[in-house]
């Protein structure tokens, strides 16, 4: 049974940076593209970022156009992790932020191609 556990989330001021962390287990991590999604009140599930798995050639990295530039998603295999580093944070970047993992090695767009979520951490943005 793969498990997902985010942490990092908090309260943050705008223009401060934050990371979440997310740790899998269950299954290879290697084998299988993660992204970070975000919830706000009232909007749907959005995919802010997603990372391919080590499988190919390269690694291939996704990122919304409104986080672009200020959000980095990283992996490290070895500890089973995928980070999503924020960076310049706005009030609009508040949300319920969830780790999600496909069964592909392929960088995937939509909520329902990933199987397998995490609790979801909250990020709240002051201004």
């Known amino acids: 049974q793969v498990q997902l556990v985010e942490s990092g989330g908090g309260l943050v001021q705008a223009g401060g940076p934050l990371r979440l962390s997310c740790v899998s287990s269950?299954?290879?991590?290697?084998?299988?593209?993660m992204g970070w999604f975000r919830q706000a009140p009232g909007k749907e599930r959005e995919l802010v970022a997603a990372?391919?798995?080590?499988?190919?050639?390269?690694?291939?990295?996704y990122y919304a156009d409104s986080v672009k530039g200020r959000f980095t998603i990283s992996r490290d295999n070895a500890k089973n992790m995928v980070y999503l580093q924020m960076n310049s944070l706005k009030p609009e970047d508040t949300a319920v932020y969830y780790c999600?993992?496909?069964?592909?090695?392929?960088?995937?767009?939509?909520?329902?191609?990933?199987?397998?979520w995490g609790q979801g951490a909250q990020v709240t943005v002051s201004s």
């Open positions: 999600a993992a496909t069964n592909h090695g392929t960088i995937r767009f939509k909520v329902e191609e990933y199987a397998y």
């Open positions: 269950g299954r290879i991590f290697s084998w299988y593209s």
């Open positions: 990372i391919s798995s080590t499988g190919g050639i390269s690694i291939s990295t």
